[in-house]
């Protein structure tokens, strides 16, 4: 049984998911980016989560995400079940799309960790080797003088939602800044953050005799393809991320005190004490079987 997810109102999050196999399920195409953004929109809307970032990659995503309201599970859940239904529906098959597990998501505790993440998924094609910036990557994904601009008007996509059903014809896809983010110069620091981190790992991938694989050769990769080399495994599955040592023992300490909380109410709701106070963050329990939890 996994450990219970803190889930707080409020809180920042880089969430990523990984298809099944590492198959590139999500390879580039305008149908597919369609989709993800689509469901993205959709996602957002129901459950009054704030966009900031996102990045689809052939066989994984990123995003960064305000929650407003505590409603990430119903988010996570819109978003990856019906991306995955639509995505299938497209190519043609039934299997499980995504990984086994559950989605990563790592609590951002503060400003500097939030931009961290942001250059983060902005970088991550070129991290990995396919494009030699950011904006050359033909997948989904935001730009930084997106934040905070118009939105995005994203057409219902066809092959899966009924055309008379109850998902609108058209969505709205917004970017907007992360709290505490109120001024126009951040972006411009964001954007710099970028082009040197960029430039960093085109130094480091041309000192190695490595090239990028350029956008031709991503869009011809067959959606039943996946890397060729070997994944890590069994390594960390962090929750927080926090350059700054004492907020990140500040926060890893209050989450194990949630969890000691938790376990101690779960075993007297289990034993029949069904009036038993859940801490604040308790979701799961407090959603399907309604139990108390404290305030925040």
């Known amino acids: 049984?996994?450990?219970?997810?803190?889930?707080?109102?409020?809180?920042?999050?880089?969430?990523?998911?990984?298809?099944?196999?590492?198959?590139f399920l999500l390879r580039p195409s305008p149908k597919i980016?369609?989709?993800?953004?689509?469901?993205?929109a959709a996602a957002a809307a129901r459950a009054d989560c704030q966009i900031h970032a996102y990045c689809v990659l052939s066989n994984h995503y990123h995003l960064v995400v305000t929650d407003l309201h505590?409603?990430?599970?119903?988010?996570?859940?819109?978003?990856n079940e019906y991306v995955a239904k639509c995505v299938?529906?497209?190519?043609?098959?039934w299997e499980s799309f995504w990984a086994p597990g559950s989605y990563s998501s790592v609590a951002l505790t503060d400003e500097d960790d939030v931009i961290a993440k942001l250059v983060y998924v902005f970088t991550n094609p070129?991290?990995?080797?396919?494009?030699?910036?950011?904006a050359d990557w033909p997948g989904a994904h935001s730009r930084p003088e997106q934040i905070g601009g118009p939105s995005k008007p994203v057409s219902r996509p066809e092959?899966?939602?009924r055309e008379k059903g109850p998902v609108p014809e058209s969505l709205s896809l917004e970017?907007?800044?992360?709290?505490?983010?109120?001024?126009n110069a951040w972006v411009s620091d964001l954007q710099a953050r970028i082009e040197a981190r960029e430039s960093e790992i085109r130094a480091v991938l041309g000192a190695n005799g490595r090239r990028f694989l350029g956008r031709q050769r991503v869009l011809e990769q067959s959606p039943w393809g996946r890397p060729t080399g070997a994944e890590p495994r069994r390594g960390l599955a962090p929750?927080?991320?926090?350059?700054?040592?004492?907020?990140?023992?500040?926060?890893?300490?209050?989450?194990k005190a949630f969890l000691n909380t938790y376990r101690e109410a779960l075993r007297q709701f289990v034993g029949g004490h069904r009036t038993v106070t859940f801490p604040f963050g308790t979701y799961a329990m407090r959603v399907r079987f309604g139990v108390t939890c404290e305030e925040s």
């Open 1 to 23: 049984m996994s450990a219970p997810r803190f889930i707080a109102p409020r809180t920042t999050y880089l969430l990523t998911r990984r298809c099944f196999g590492r198959q």
């Open 70 to 79: 505590g409603n990430l599970p119903v988010f996570m859940h819109w978003l």
């Open 88 to 93: 299938n529906a497209v190519l043609g098959r």
């Open 126 to 134: 070129v991290a990995a080797g396919l494009v030699r910036t950011h």
């Open 33 to 40: 980016n369609q989709i993800f953004e689509f469901c993205l």
């Open 239 to 255: 929750r927080v991320a926090a350059r700054d040592k004492w907020k990140r023992v500040a926060v890893l300490q209050r989450l």
């Open 175 to 183: 970017l907007v800044p992360p709290p505490g983010f109120t001024c």
């Open 159 to 161: 092959g899966f939602f």
